[in-house]
């Protein structure tokens, strides 16, 4: 069992920066997908960003240009850069990873606010 925890969450301005990470309980380096998600009240759970093992990464359109997603293997952590903040980017961020054997996981999430 992998159990991940977010953290870097936060109250930013628009137009700001946060980083979020994911870090892992075990090692990564084998991991086939990581990935991050958001979710507001009321609405389904959204992809923003995914990283498969010798892929490049996939954004959500609304966040290509402003959010890079990357994983530190040494660190067991997976990182959401996240730049010029809308306050339509206010959600639940989520960490999601896919094992090699196709097992799949899920962070409690970290609640990013972005004021206008």
């Known amino acids: 069992q992998v159990q991940l925890v977010e953290s870097g969450g936060g109250l930013v301005q628009a137009g700001g920066s946060l980083r979020l990470s994911c870090a892992a309980s075990e090692s990564i380096f084998s991991i086939r997908v990581m990935g991050w998600y958001r979710q507001t009240p009321g609405k389904q759970r959204e992809l923003v960003a995914t990283l498969a093992s010798g892929a490049v990464p996939n954004y959500a359109d609304s966040v290509k240009g402003r959010f890079t997603i990357s994983r530190d293997n040494a660190k067991n952590t997976v990182y959401l850069q996240m730049s010029s903040l809308r306050p339509e980017d206010t959600a639940s961020y989520y960490c999601?990873?896919?094992?090699?054997?196709?097992?799949?996981?899920w962070g409690k999430g970290t609640l990013v606010t972005v004021s206008s």
């Open positions: 999601r990873i896919v094992t090699a054997y196709g097992a799949e996981y």
